[in-house]
């Protein structure tokens, strides 16, 4: 599968701290146990200076998942999304 990755930025740094419990990112799992998955690797460290959201596009389905980001080291480096049934 190939996914499109693109960074909408919400204006903004950052307002807290990063979470010291993920000093290296943290893995996000929203497959729902689905028995198909796809593993989406996000860039990391964020480049970004601003909030935002990480749109993710399946190129085969068709689907979009937004995933929020704060420019921080504790941002998501990975997600991983059930697959739908592929676009006709």
Known sequence: ???????L?????PQMLPNPSYPEGKYVD????????????????????????WIIHCDQCDQF???TAAARRDDPHSVRIACKEPKP
Do not use: F
């Open 30 to 53: 929203i497959s729902d146990e689905a028995e198909k998955t796809c593993m989406v690797p996000l860039p990391y460290p964020n480049p970004n200076k601003n909030i935002g959201t």
């Open 1 to 7: 599968m190939t996914h499109t990755v693109k960074y």
């Open 65 to 67: 998942i937004g995933v």
């Open 9 to 13: 930025d919400r204006g903004r740094p």
